[in-house]
């Protein structure tokens, strides 16, 4: 137990089950949505320490979702990380240009994202 707990918004199932095993294993709670809406709804309800959101999802994408996390008073402050296609390079630029706190890359380097999680965990909460 890390005592931390993360939201994973992520509609592909394999995607979830990925992440949300190799974060268990290394200790975090895991909190899981499948839709943009559910993610808002939960990050509300739950106040995650952090947020990990696909961006291409059913119902409203992950870049509405963020701005709903971000302009409610009860999650502002939550970070919010992108997860990102590789291949498509723009989505990068875009999801910083966006406000988000950064990304991570699918397919996801499950050996390296314990640490990045924990690197996001642990950043300064900068000014909003
Ligand atoms: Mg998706």
């Given at each position: 137990?890390t005592?931390h707990?993360i939201?994973?918004?992520?509609d592909?199932?394999?995607?979830?089950?990925?992440v949300r095993?190799?974060?268990?294993y290394a200790g975090?709670?895991i909190?899981?949505?499948r839709?943009?809406e559910?993610?808002v709804e939960?990050?509300q309800?739950s106040?995650?320490?952090?947020?990990?959101?696909?961006?291409?999802?059913?119902?409203i994408?992950g870049?509405?979702?963020f701005?709903l996390?971000?302009?409610?008073?009860r999650?502002?402050g939550?970070?919010?990380?992108a997860?990102?296609a590789?291949?498509?390079?723009?989505?990068?630029?875009?999801?910083l240009?966006?406000?988000?706190?950064?990304y991570?890359?699918?397919?996801?380097n499950?050996r390296?994202l314990p640490?990045?999680?924990l690197a996001f965990?642990?950043?300064?909460e900068?000014?909003?």
């Open positions: 137990m005592g707990r939201l994973l918004v992520e592909n199932e394999r995607n979830l089950k990925l095993d190799v974060l268990q975090y709670d909190l899981e949505a839709t943009g559910q993610g939960l990050a309800r106040s995650p320490h952090l947020v990990l959101m696909d961006l291409q999802l059913p119902g994408d870049e509405q979702a701005r996390i971000r302009d409610d008073s999650t502002s939550i970070p919010v990380v997860l990102t590789s291949a498509m390079k723009d989505d990068r630029a875009r999801v240009q966006a406000g988000f706190d950064g991570l890359e699918k397919p996801i499950v390296a640490a990045q999680v965990l642990s950043r300064e900068p000014n909003r």
